[in-house]
């Protein structure tokens, strides 16, 4: 069973950076696209970034130059680095695991991150 455990949410200031950290299990995800996603209240939600097996990344506009994907494929772990976060970064955000086979995503839990001075 595929699951994935997301962790490392906060409440951070302006500016400041954060780390979110997921861990994969049931898989070794070799076929799969590692990522993030975020919602915010009433919103939908949206790619953030992803990662496939072999290091090629997508952004979302609104992130670039400011947050870092990167993934372990032995560890089956895949981190977002946030620098210069801004208040419209403030959502809820969940690891995702999209198969490039069958193009199923699973879902962590949720990590809330806030931020506000």
């Known amino acids: 069973q595929v699951q994935l455990v997301e962790s490392g949410g906060d409440l951070v200031q302006p500016g400041g950076s954060l780390t979110l950290s997921c861990i994969g299990s049931?898989?070794?995800?070799?076929?799969?696209?590692l990522g993030w996603y975020r919602q915010a209240p009433g919103k939908q939600r949206e790619l953030v970034a992803n990662v496939s097996y072999f290091g090629q990344t997508t952004y979302a506009d609104a992130v670039k130059g400011r947050f870092t994907i990167s993934r372990d494929n032995h560890k089956s772990t895949v981190q977002l680095q946030m620098n210069s976060l801004k208040l419209e970064d403030t959502a809820t955000y969940y690891c995702?695991?999209?198969?490039?086979?069958?193009?199923?995503?699973?879902w962590g839990q949720g990590t809330q991150v806030t931020v506000a001075s």
């Open positions: 049931g898989t070794r995800f070799n076929n799969y696209l």
């Open positions: 995702s695991a999209t198969s490039t086979v069958s193009g199923f995503t699973h």
